[in-house]
Each structure stands twice: as C-alpha cells, then as structure tokens.
C-alpha cells in the first residue's frame, strides 16, 4: 500500500487528476461536498487514475477537508 497526499478541488468543470511540481496529486470533481459525494467521487476517479479496484482505496485522513491522506494498493 502506498499513500498519496491529495487535494481535493470539489465542483470542478470536469473530472481530472493532476500532479502539482512539489508532488502533490489535485483532484478536481464536479461533485458537490455534500453527504460524502465528492470523497465517492475521489474514490471513483483515483479508482480510474491508477486503474485498482474502489474497494482498495483507503481515505485516511482527511474526510471533511479538502487535503487528504489517501492509500492505495500497489
């Protein structure tokens, strides 16, 4: 398991992961931070970005804020 420290930019135009030059992932998603959507939506999109199985990735840290610790299978 690796972990990846991630910013979370909720209501976004589109859906997109990027990678700043100090290492850190964003996340824009075009969810709303309302009742969990946008951490499902982070969860879908990392699921997609790193191509593992939702079920294998972990928020760690970070469920009300918008950077996360988030852990994902190798």
Do not use: C, W
């Amino acid at each position: 398991m690796r972990r990846i420290n991630l910013r979370v930019i909720p209501r976004a135009r589109q859906n997109k992961v990027d990678i700043d030059s100090d290492g850190k992932y964003r996340l824009h998603t075009t969810a709303a931070p309302v009742d969990g959507a946008a951490n499902d939506a982070v969860v879908r999109a990392l699921s997609k970005y790193f191509k593992v199985p939702k079920s294998g990735i972990k928020i760690v840290r970070g469920i009300t804020a918008r950077d996360k610790v988030v852990e994902i299978p190798d």
